[in-house]
């Protein structure tokens, strides 16, 4: 189970490295693209913070509405948010039901991850389906918020569309570990 403390995807406790030539380049690609999307990520919740500061501050102090910090903040959160599901799934960070997981013989486990992330990666396949149907229709539509602001609808939906899609890659790059043999690293024993 991970807390989310590990420094390197590869310290998560029971990861499994990769044995398999291609697939280790492929998942230390997918690592190093993580991570630049979660120091973007970052930069997004900082800049979210600041633009609702801001809104506090004219709002009540200088007493000047503000039509677009709400919108600007939720899509920052929500880029943050997606954009970086695959970094800690990664990790294994996700909630999960761990109760079993140390009472469970290691082979048994090893089967309960690999079904696990199977089915993980199936839903989130069509989570990413559904979410590049709702960025197309945005796009094609020119569909907007309602607010007086009304920035286009295919921001969020596209950061969606392409957080889903990394994590749906990451599920099955870890399905392929399994599949091709991995071992647990020793770092995270």
């Avoid at 979210?48 to 709002?59: D, P």
């Avoid at 993980?120 to 796009?139: D, I, Q, R």
């Avoid at 309602?146 to 295919?154: E, G, M, N, R, T």
């Avoid at 994590?167 to 991995?182: E, I, N, P, R, S």
Wanted: hydrophobic share 50%; glycine share 6%; aromatic share 12%.
């Amino acid at each position: 189970m991970s807390h989310g403390f590990e420094l390197e995807p590869s310290l998560a406790p029971g990861t499994l490295s990769p044995k398999n030539a291609v697939v280790a380049s492929l998942t230390k690609a997918l690592n190093v693209l993580n991570t630049l999307v979660l120091r973007i990520a970052m930069l997004a919740l900082v800049l979210a913070a600041g633009v609702l500061t801001y809104s506090v501050v004219t709002r009540y102090f200088l007493k000047s509405a503000t039509d677009w910090q709400d919108e600007v903040a939720v899509f920052l959160l929500v880029g943050a948010t997606f954009m970086t599901t695959a970094y800690v799934q990664s990790l294994r960070g996700h909630v999960g039901i761990e109760a079993f997981a140390n009472l469970l013989p290691p082979l048994v486990n090893r089967v309960r991850l690999f079904l696990v992330d199977m089915i993980s990666a199936l839903f989130c396949s069509f989570f990413s389906w559904k979410s590049w149907t709702l960025f197309y229709e945005a796009w094609s539509e020119g569909q907007t918020t309602s607010s007086s602001f009304a920035p286009p609808l295919w921001i969020p939906y596209s950061l969606m569309a392409v957080g889903m899609t990394v994590l749906t890659v990451q599920l099955f790059l870890q399905t392929l570990v399994h599949v091709t043999g991995g071992e647990i690293s020793k770092a995270s024993q």
